[in-house]
């Protein structure tokens, strides 16, 4: 496993893989978004179902503290989690808008799920501080709407990353 401080020298590019990347997420409501992103993830990460659930319920009780919607029609779910040994960014541009009681009240299209281990809490810092940067600037919208397949839209979430960063 790699040394934690390791992970700092690190853009938020590396944590993104073509695998991570699921255009057309089809839900409806705030609490699913979540619950079916964790699934999606624990089978991308080949998680069993005990460590899938670990997920879900990390990612719903970092929702319970306040909603990470932070506008413009993005949610930045995140947690610390036993399961990863590693970071990861898993982005979900979903079918229809949904509620999520966003900052700005506007309805959310996109997931950008951070995951990070447990004891690296200045890499799930400095990430989420890119992330929320990156994907709260305006001018990343039109083109992560633009992106209809998974590696049209994995590559526009790297050259965002890349530039907004």
């Known amino acids: 496993m790699p ?10 590019s590396d944590y993104l893989l073509p695998t991570q990347v699921h255009p057309q997420f089809a839900v409806k409501s ?77 309805p959310v299209d996109f997931l950008c799920v951070l995951l990070v281990p447990e004891d690296a809490n200045e890499v799930h810092l400095q990430l989420l501080r890119d992330v929320i940067r990156t994907f709260g600037n305006p001018e990343c919208r039109a083109p992560l709407l633009a992106a209809k397949t998974p590696a049209v839209l994995h590559q526009t979430a790297i050259d965002l990353f890349e530039r907004l960063a």
Do not use: W, Y
């Open 3 to 12: 040394h934690r401080s390791s992970f700092l020298n690190q853009s938020l």
């Open 30 to 106: 705030k609490k699913r978004s979540l619950e079916l992103a964790a699934v999606q993830i624990s089978e991308t990460l080949n998680c069993d179902d005990h460590q899938a659930e670990l997920l879900m319920d990390g990612l719903q009780a970092r929702e319970r503290l306040g909603s990470t919607g932070i506008g413009q029609g993005i949610a930045v779910p995140h947690c610390r989690s036993s399961v990863v040994n590693e970071p990861s960014v898993h982005l979900f541009a979903l079918e229809n808008p949904i509620d999520f009681d966003a900052l700005d009240g506007a």
